[in-house]
């Protein structure tokens, strides 16, 4: 069995040493999920007990088809968005900062009530009442693998679903009346339009990840909750970064968010 605090120690490690490594070490290694988000906890009480701040909700990964085949996994992973990595539009960060600067466009919800585990499934249209609004937003991906696809989805799962940081916009009331399947979505990058994509790319529809969400967190001890955040994604091809890189996502009616490197 995985020494839980010896994984996490060594992830932080990873992160605060600015390492790559091939693997986690097999000792260390979370074999299943159920190990992995213990890890995960375990590392994210590390990061908040350096940086400050608190845990104010959850990013989904591998919500696109193409991304799930090519880690051979069957469904989507969770991480948890923290307050001190979180910044409102317009940002500028230090490229440095990061070992890897993965720019994901994605749609974002905050949750109105809590999602209070059921006998029925949630689905999109179960879920849709208890969310508050909408919001565009940018989640930067950084990992610490050499080849994070090759590491499988219990050690991307540990190391907090590789999040590094959340940029958002406005939060948007009347994203009700949006089909969100077919909205539009776009990357721009110093000038040039480099990403196109629409709300299908996750799961089909982003309200059908933030059920699995509500529908998976009960099986890890945990809860859905009112003011919890949720990144759904990425609903156009990825973008790596550069120092110097000026980004806008374009979400249309919901907003715009705009990151800088230096």
């Avoid at 905050?110 to 879920?127: L, V």
Wanted: proline share 5%; aromatic share 8%; charged share 20%.
């Amino acid at each position: 069995m995985v020494e839980i605090s010896a994984a996490a120690e060594f992830l932080a490690k990873l992160r605060a040493d600015q390492r790559q490594v091939e693997a986690i070490p097999v000792e260390l290694r979370p074999a299943d999920l159920n190990s992995a988000y213990q890890v995960q906890d375990a590392l994210v009480d590390r990061l908040l007990d350096q940086h400050g701040g608190q845990r104010i909700g959850y990013k989904i990964a591998c919500t696109n088809l193409v991304v799930q085949q090519e880690l051979n996994i069957a469904g989507p992973l969770f991480g948890q968005l923290l307050s001190f990595s979180t910044q409102r539009s317009p940002a500028t960060l230090p490229a440095d900062d990061f070992l890897v600067r993965v720019v994901e466009v994605e749609f974002a919800f905050r949750m109105g009530e809590d999602a209070t585990p059921t006998a029925t499934p949630y689905t999109r249209s179960s879920i849709a009442p208890l969310i508050d609004v909408a919001l565009p937003g940018i989640e930067l991906v950084s990992h610490r693998f050499v080849d994070w696809t090759q590491v499988g989805a219990p050690s991307v799962a540990a190391d907090n679903a590789i999040h590094a940081a959340w940029i958002h916009g406005a939060p948007f009331v009347g994203w009700r009346d949006l089909d969100l399947a077919q909205h539009p979505v776009s990357l721009t990058v110093n000038g040039q339009l480099l990403r196109q994509g629409q709300g299908a790319q996750v799961l089909g529809h982003p309200l059908n990840v933030v059920a699995w969400l509500a529908n998976e967190l009960p099986k890890h001890g945990k809860l859905l909750q009112a003011g919890d955040y949720i990144t759904t994604g990425v609903a156009t091809e990825v973008y790596l970064a550069a120092a110097g890189d000026q980004m806008q996502a374009d979400f249309g009616v919901i907003g715009r968010v705009e990151l800088r490197f230096t």
